[in-house]
């Protein structure tokens, strides 16, 4: 089976910076995208950043030149390093990954992290 294990969350202080890990592990036979999305109270998920297993990146609006993606393929971990965080930053932010777990198992599925809470507050 298929985990995705989110690392790195905390509560840090407007203008700080906090680096999340998500680690895959389990039945992997290969990645196409990971990425990072959010959740805060009371709204929908969005989509923070992406990485391609091409090596591309997409980034939300909000968070770009600030938030950077980066992948360790080896390790199957993908990494959120962020700077300058905002008090509207604050939210759970979740993993994602298109994982194709094996060779037989047909087309890549969406895995999830269970979440890790970042809190942006003075």
């Known amino acids: 089976q298929v985990q995705l294990v989110e690392s790195g969350g905390g509560l840090v202080q407007p203008g700080g910076s906090l680096r999340l890990s998500c680690a895959a592990s389990g039945s992997i036979f290969s990645i196409n995208a990971m990425g990072w999305y959010r959740q805060a109270p009371g709204k929908q998920r969005e989509l923070v950043a992406i990485?391609?297993?091409?090596?591309?990146?997409r980034y939300a609006d909000s968070v770009k030149g600030r938030f950077t993606i980066s992948r360790d393929n080896a390790k199957n971990t993908v990494y959120l390093q962020m700077n300058s965080l905002k008090p509207e930053d604050t939210a759970v932010y979740y993993c994602n990954a298109v994982i194709r777990p094996s060779i037989l198992s047909g087309p890549p599925k969406d895995y999830w992290g269970r979440g890790t809470q970042v809190t942006v507050s003075s």
């Open positions: 990485s391609t297993s091409g090596g591309s990146t």
